[in-house]
């Protein structure tokens, strides 16, 4: 992962691209643009086969700084850093800050990818990728800029293990409301992997989860209840919480009905022999002062968690 900060002074996770993906990339990329620069050579080499040699040199150097050099630069210009390799490996350019970049990064990039990439045949680039710490080129040092990758692979969510079955609706009456939300992912991150774990590692990891759970909500252990299993029924005591949360949420949106809207009353002004006296709407009612629930005291539990 790579840390760049925006502007903004937001730290921002992205992928640096190493060498053999941003080489698959440029080799896609020189294929296509050499491929049309060979083609749009040989029609240049006949159309122009009357003039004289200074001009067929003329017309050939024209022809490589636009197809090998103007080309990519306007590409990545306009495709704010996707080259058609690029988009195929799954990488895009983007600046420090992690910003689109601009006709300027693009330019710089160019221009010494020439050097970098077709004068010396890669050399240059691969050693620079390879010494730099975010596989960097000379040509992203010097423009500011960064190749990341844009598809990552996603990470599956693996379900919380149920319960046994003897341990349903056994914590229902338990106070969850100090539990603080890292320890909810702690045990939730233990739970998915304690398979892959060491027997005695496992134990003592889901022992010290199972102390910590014990003194935020302030009731005793059951006795005779391993800490795992007492972990799954507490996490799935929360989840069956949150799921029944959000469906009488739910099912009270959908039943409440939608009040009638009170016509306004219209109001006839006052004529008078001078002239129209405006009528004075009365003064609304002022509205009840929000009613404000008195702070409960915290509970005082008393407990020890276990050693």
Not at 55 to 81: D, M, N, R
């Amino acid at each position: 992962m790579s840390d760049l900060v925006t502007g903004d002074a937001v730290v921002l996770g992205l992928r640096p691209a190493r060498l053999p993906s941003r080489a698959l990339a440029i080799l896609l990329d020189l294929a296509v643009y050499v491929t049309a620069y060979v083609l749009i050579g040989v029609g240049l080499t006949l159309a122009t086969a009357s003039l004289d040699a200074a001009a067929q040199a003329a017309i050939a150097v024209a022809s490589f700084l636009l197809l090998l050099v103007g080309i990519p630069i306007a590409v990545e210009t306009l495709s704010h850093g996707r080259s058609l390799g690029k988009l195929a490996c799954g990488l895009r350019v983007v600046r420090d800050d992690g910003g689109p970049i601009r006709f300027r990064h693009a330019l710089v990039r160019g221009a010494l990818g020439v050097v970098e990439l077709l004068l010396t045949f890669g050399t240059v680039a691969a050693i620079a990728s390879l010494v730099s710490a975010r596989g960097r080129r000379l040509g992203d040092v010097f423009a500011g800029t960064l190749v990341v990758r844009e598809r990552v692979p996603g990470t599956r969510v693996m379900p919380v293990p149920a319960p046994p079955p003897w341990l349903a609706g056994r914590f229902t009456q338990l106070d969850l409301s100090a539990v603080p939300d890292g320890l909810w992912l702690a045990i939730r991150q233990y739970l998915t992997r304690m398979n892959q774990l060491d027997p005695q590692v496992g134990a003592a990891m889901a022992a010290r989860l199972a102390d910590d759970l014990v003194a935020r909500t302030g009731a005793p252990p059951p006795a005779g209840v391993p800490a795992a299993a007492y972990l799954m029924a507490v996490v799935h005591e929360r989840q069956s919480r949150d799921a029944a949360r959000a469906f009488h949420a739910a099912a009270a949106a959908a039943a409440s009905p939608v009040p009638p809207v009170a016509p306004v009353p219209s109001i006839t002004p006052v004529t008078s022999g001078f002239g129209p006296v405006p009528a004075s709407a009365p003064a609304p009612a002022p509205a009840p002062a929000p009613y404000v629930a008195p702070a409960q005291a915290p509970r005082a539990g008393g407990f020890a968690p276990p050693a």
